[in-house]
């Protein structure tokens, strides 16, 4: 494995491909490549630092709980989805001034059912 560093023109949240943790991409960020020179991902500040030690357990554990994400999905994959009705969504109290925009997806998909006149 190897860390190359790159110049960035944005600024953006990223996922550190080693450890899994949120951080603000700055004007150079490191990229995780491994030996056929192919990038893994962009890695934070800590896994750059980190000594080879530390970022192999980093590693570990990030590759362990993708693992478990995996299947879990894998899981969920074979079930049948289960969405709330109309019903259920007029039920719920109006949301709060800090509404998250999953309120508002769900705030618009109840009025296009109530304008169309159908059920969701």
């Given at each position: 494995m190897?860390?190359?560093?790159?110049?960035?023109s944005y600024y953006a949240t990223c996922t550190c491909a080693t450890c899994g943790e949120a951080f603000m991409r700055d004007t150079v960020v490191p990229?995780?490549?491994?030996?056929a020179g192919?990038?893994?991902?962009?890695?934070?500040?800590?896994?750059?630092?980190?000594?080879?030690?530390?970022?192999?357990?980093?590693?570990?554990?990030?590759?362990?709980?993708?693992?478990?994400?995996a299947a879990d999905l894998d899981r969920i994959d074979a079930e049948p989805i289960r969405r709330p009705s109309a019903a259920d969504i007029q039920a719920i109290e109006p949301?709060?001034?800090?509404?998250?925009?999953?309120?508002?997806?769900i705030v618009q998909?109840?009025?296009?059912?109530?304008?169309?006149?159908?059920?969701?």
């Open positions: 190897e860390i190359k560093l790159t110049r960035n990229i995780l490549v491994d030996e192919i990038a893994i991902g962009e890695i934070c500040e800590r896994c750059f630092q980190a000594t080879r030690e530390e970022l192999s357990a980093r590693i570990r554990r990030q590759a362990n709980h993708l693992r478990r994400s949301a709060p001034a800090s509404a998250t925009s999953l309120d508002s997806y998909l109840l009025h296009q059912a109530t304008w169309q006149g159908q059920a969701i």
